[in-house]
């Protein structure tokens, strides 16, 4: 995906430190990518925020979902199986974020449809190294589908 403009991400995650990891760590990838990093802090606001509604009106479709799986209220399979129902969202790519990478937490969630799932890690180096080939591969050597006004 070679862009003009920044990329739009979508983090959804209650944890803001592993938040003000992952930002950082797209600030520091390195991978001459542009992106904005959009931060809402609850599943809830990630549905409104993908689909608009307040106090998102004016929020930006994502090219890149970026979801944490244990939330309280709403968690990442409840977002995840809301997105893949919805036509205007279905077409999204999203990468699950989650400390929990035993092999059923996985395998449900790939049927669900996530596009990824990537394990959280602990050390701030490999969450760079991480961001950045992830940024590399879904922003930059797949080809995603054209962005809905």
């Not at 930002?23 to 802090?41: C, E, K, M, P, Y």
Request: hydrophobic share 40%.
């Amino acid at each position: 995906m070679r862009q003009l403009q920044p990329a739009e991400v979508l983090l959804v995650d209650d944890d803001e430190d592993a938040a003000t990891i992952t930002q950082a760590a797209f600030a520091r990838a390195g991978t001459g990518i542009q992106a904005r990093v959009h931060h809402v802090s609850n599943g809830d606001a990630g549905l409104r925020f993908l689909r608009r509604l307040p106090p998102y009106e004016e929020a930006p479709r994502p090219h890149l979902v970026l979801l944490d799986l244990e939330m309280p209220q709403m968690g990442g399979r409840e977002v995840m199986a809301q997105i893949a129902h919805d036509p205007e969202l279905c077409y999204l790519p999203v990468i699950i974020l989650s400390s929990r990478d035993d092999p059923e937490t996985v395998q449900d969630l790939y049927r669900m449809r996530c596009s990824s799932f990537l394990a959280k890690p602990v050390d701030f180096e490999q969450a760079v190294r991480n961001i950045g080939t992830l940024a590399k591969y879904w922003l930059e050597t797949v080809v995603l589908p054209r962005q809905e006004s």
